[in-house]
């Protein structure tokens, strides 16, 4: 009995450690971000922060408008021409009006998209906020 403690107590405190080592490595990581870096996106943060542009949490929750994000995300995803950046943009869907966001790899990736958009039935409009990613 008192073996299978101790084989249940070794077990739960390496998985402990090994967790543990897990976070500080994922927090150290974060430190070394350089301002420079192609991930350091606080600007584009702060300028979603003013209201004045619509993110996420702004999409209606008709099921018009919900169906309409939908059918674009999946129609995106299978296109297998986009870059990962393409697929995982933002899209906002308000009263038939669609607007998307984020970076892209190229002008033509962001007409595609738009193209995909203006194509999904019920799209009253489409606001191409896309940002073609400098190199």
Do not use: W
């Not at 996106?41 to 209606?60: G, M, S, Y």
């Not at 998209?113 to 203006?118: G, V």
């Amino acid at each position: 009995m008192s073996t299978r403690l101790l084989l249940a107590m070794f077990t739960l405190t390496g998985s402990l450690i090994m967790m543990t080592g897990t976070v500080r490595a994922e927090q150290n990581t974060a430190i070394y971000l350089a301002a420079d870096s192609a991930l350091e996106n606080t600007e584009r943060n702060v300028r979603d922060r003013d209201n004045t542009t619509l993110t996420p949490e702004d999409q209606k929750e008709t099921e018009s408008d919900i169906n309409i994000t939908a059918a674009i995300r999946q129609a995106m995803v299978k296109n297998e021409s986009l870059s990962v950046n393409a697929q995982n943009i933002k899209i906002i869907t308000r009263d038939g009006v669609v607007t998307l966001r984020g970076p892209v790899e190229s002008e033509a990736e962001k007409i595609k998209l738009q193209d995909i958009a203006k194509k999904t039935p019920d799209v009253i409009q489409v606001n191409n906020e896309l940002e073609h990613k400098a190199p």
